[in-house]
């Protein structure tokens, strides 16, 4: 595991221990923190932990739909590929 990495997310810092890279964990920080700071933004007065749980939300919806769409094209690759495979058995 490697050293602790220092993040910042809504102006609260917070040591996060990880074996991805130092890059990747300021990546992921600072989009979680572009999430909260959007919802906070857009929708006042709402609690850390209610912009918090918004902001999970809002990942998580994101990353299944992501799941959705990879699905999908990997489909897409498939009945290709089966189309060719037949173009091709067909030339044989």
């Known amino acids: 595991m490697e050293q602790p990495v220092r993040v910042r997310i809504l102006d609260h810092e917070y040591l996060i221990r990880s074996d991805e890279d130092e890059?990747?964990?300021?990546?992921?920080?600072?989009?979680?923190?572009?999430?909260f700071r959007e919802i906070r933004d857009n929708v006042k007065g709402?609690?850390?932990?209610?912009?918090?749980?918004?902001?999970?939300?809002?990942?998580?919806?994101?990353?299944?739909?992501?799941?959705?769409?990879r699905d999908e094209f990997i489909t897409q690759i498939q009945d290709r590929a089966r189309a060719l495979n037949k173009q091709i058995d067909s030339i044989s």
């Open 23 to 35: 890059e990747h964990i300021q990546k992921v920080a600072e989009f979680v923190d572009g999430k």
């Open 46 to 69: 709402l609690s850390e932990t209610k912009t918090a749980i918004l902001a999970a939300f809002h990942i998580a919806s994101e990353y299944f739909q992501a799941i959705k769409d």
